[in-house]
Nanobody
């Protein structure tokens, strides 16, 4: 059974930093595009960042560009999102996602992803 399990969320102060992790099990994703999305209360799923299978290409939403870094460790089958200079508007449940198809473009649409984690909640508040 394929599972993506996010961790690292919590209550953070504005300006702080955190690193989200997404541990995959049940199959390897070393050749698959992976991404982070988030959903704030009352809002739709929002793209955050995506990374190619070989880490050579990344994309970020304008709302997090310059503050976030996506990375992956294929040997550990784990995806990361480093978030700095946190803002209250970063408050959301963060989800990692992976595509079944190997390689391929860096999609920022949630419908392009086949596997999803259960999410980890990030709250940014003073």
């Amino acid at each position: 059974q394929v599972q993506l399990v996010e961790s690292g969320g919590g209550l953070m102060q504005p300006g702080g930093s955190l690193r989200l992790s997404c541990a995959a099990s049940g199959r390897a994703f070393s050749r698959n595009t992976m991404a982070w999305f988030r959903q704030a209360p009352g809002k739709e799923h929002e793209f955050v960042s995506v990374i190619s299978w070989n880490s050579l290409s990344t994309k970020y939403a304008d709302s997090v560009k310059g503050r976030c870094t996506i990375s992956r460790d294929n040997a550990e089958n784990t995806l990361y999102l480093q978030m700095n200079s946190l803002k209250p508007e970063d408050t959301a449940v963060y989800y990692c996602a992976a595509r079944i198809v190997e390689n391929g473009p860096l999609y920022n649409q949630s419908v392009a992803y086949d596997y999803w984690g259960q999410g980890t909640r990030v709250t940014v508040s003073s």
